[in-house]
């Protein structure tokens, strides 16, 4: 019988990622909405690897599953490291838009001098029904332009330049994306752990 992983987001964007990243395993992936789990866990820890736990052991005591969560932020020198841990909420809210959120991050950037050098880093959590919990990290540098460019990806995509390619994150393919995003580093560095985890529940 072919071992499952959840995958822990209601994210589509990280969804859509998180699949083609992942393909190759021997598992069958899930997603919360095939198992009919609705939650919403309050991301309240104090680093990107703490709530990546929170929701991998939510989902995971909900489903019994192996089950991988991640979470990610942008980290922009200028503003000391903002939004970070805040990304998603970084006006006050989950529910403002992308574009209104990299509106205010520009709006905030006005007044400092170039390049807003900047990366993302991603944080993975691994949880297996045995309540242990692994992690593996990812970083991508870049830096902010103030023009939005492409139309792939979501969140600060657009505004998110790499430099060496001349690209913004949502100017790439998703096959270039997964290649040199945080999270695709992240996930990458998950694999070994994924697999070593599975052949423990077999």
């Given at each position: 019988m072919t071992p499952s992983l959840l995958i822990a987001t209601n994210n589509p964007g990280k969804l859509l990622e998180m699949q083609a990243l992942l393909t190759g395993l021997p598992v069958r992936l899930y997603i919360p909405r095939d198992l009919n789990i609705k939650l919403d866990v309050e991301e309240n820890g104090s680093t990107y690897a703490e709530n990546a736990a929170l929701k991998a052991v939510a989902f995971g005591k909900a489903s019994r599953m192996l089950t991988l969560a991640d979470d990610s932020g942008l980290e922009v020198d200028a503003l000391g490291g903002q939004p970070g841990l805040y990304s998603a909420r970084y006006m006050g809210s989950h529910d403002d838009s992308d574009a209104d959120r990299r509106a205010f991050l520009l709006k905030n950037l006005s007044g400092a001098a170039r390049p807003w050098t900047a990366h993302f880093h991603c944080s993975v959590a691994l949880w297996a029904p045995d309540e242990s919990i692994q992690y593996a990290e990812g970083i991508c540098p870049g830096e902010i332009i103030p023009q939005e460019r492409g139309s792939n990806g979501f969140g600060?995509?657009?505004?998110?330049?790499?430099?060496?390619?001349?690209?913004?994150?949502?100017?790439?393919s998703m096959e270039e994306k997964n290649q040199l995003s945080h999270r695709a580093r992240a996930i990458q560095a998950a694999r070994p752990l994924i697999t070593r985890t599975l052949a423990l529940f077999e």
């Open positions: 600060y995509d657009p505004i998110f330049l790499l430099s060496e390619l001349n690209k913004t994150m949502a100017e790439l």
